[in-house]
């Protein structure tokens, strides 16, 4: 064999090799690729039961519920177009409350209720989550000085 065709064959080597490293690397990282969705894009999309995804939006007015030994709690998140339920187990941060930006993670259930694995709450009066300000933005609810 000649040393020109040693090299292709090393060159081809090498780019086999880095090709399955990349590939290893791209599947491992897909399990852990959160996406972000408002209301109205969960409405518009079919995103299959079980996928794991953040939502944001506004805690709906008048839309939290607790359930009667204080370990679930139920709302609706909107974005002033469409509105989602969802369904907490566990504590809620300290400044979750109505009308407040959220983040929540976890899952459409079969029957469309979000099942939320996290909740996440602005940290002070003047933070919202970029994701959920543009969200609202888009559907023309932005207030400046929020």
């Known amino acids: 064999m000649t040393p020109k065709r040693k090299r292709l064959w090393l060159v081809v080597g090498s ?5 399955f490293a990349a590939t290893l690397v791209l599947t491992a990282l897909n399990d852990n690729i959160v996406f972000f969705y408002s209301p109205t894009q969960i409405a518009e999309k079919q995103i299959p039961p079980e996928r794991r995804f953040r939502m ?5 007015a008048g839309s939290v519920k607790k359930s009667a030994d204080g370990q ?10 469409k509105t989602v339920d969802v369904v907490y187990r566990g504590l809620l941060p300290d400044l979750f409350r109505e009308g407040q930006g959220v983040v929540a993670e976890g899952s459409l259930g079969a029957d469309g209720v979000f099942v939320a694995r996290e909740v996440l709450a602005k940290h002070d009066e003047n933070y919202m989550p970029p994701e959920v300000a543009k969200a609202i933005k888009e559907a023309g609810q932005w207030k400046e000085g929020k």
Do not use: I, K, M, N
């Open 56 to 60: 944001g939006g506004l805690v709906e």
């Open 72 to 81: 679930v709690t139920s709302f609706r998140v909107t974005d002033t177009h």
């Open 15 to 19: 780019l086999a090799v880095l090709g």
